[in-house]
Nanobody
Framework: QVQLVESGGGLVQAGGSLRLSCEAS????????MGWYRQAPGKQRELVAT???????NYADSVKGRFTISRDNAKNTMSLQMNSLKPEDTAVYYC?????????????WGQGTQVTVSS
């Protein structure tokens, strides 16, 4: 079983920065994809950024140029550096891991961390 624990959320003014971290524990198999998703009140959960075990990165258009995802496979950790934050970035941010070695792939979620950006 895989456990994901996020940290680093909080309250920040527009234009500010926050760094989220995710630590994965348990048996982590590859190939896998780790990523960040977010869910604002009344909205569906949406992709923010993902990074494969091999380092291929994908960003939502809304965060390109402002957010940076990175992962350390040796430490089973992942981070999301968020700069130039906007009020519309306010959401609960979730760490996600998808193990691609089974059919269907196995998906794991963290408990989420709140990010609030004030205008």
């Amino acid at each position: 079983q895989v456990q994901l624990v996020e940290s680093g959320g909080g309250l920040v003014q527009a234009g500010g920065s926050l760094r989220l971290s995710c630590e994965a524990s348990g048996t982590i198999f590859s190939p896998n994809v780790m990523g960040w998703y977010r869910q604002a009140p009344g909205k569906q959960r949406e992709l923010v950024a993902t990074e494969t075990y091999g380092g291929k990165i994908n960003y939502a258009d809304s965060v390109k140029g402002r957010f940076t995802i990175s992962r350390d496979n040796a430490k089973n950790t992942m981070s999301l550096q968020m700069n130039s934050l906007k009020p519309e970035d306010t959401a609960v941010y979730y760490c996600n891991l998808v193990y691609l070695g089974t059919m269907p792939p196995r998906t794991y979620w963290g408990q989420g961390t709140q990010v609030t950006v004030s205008s």
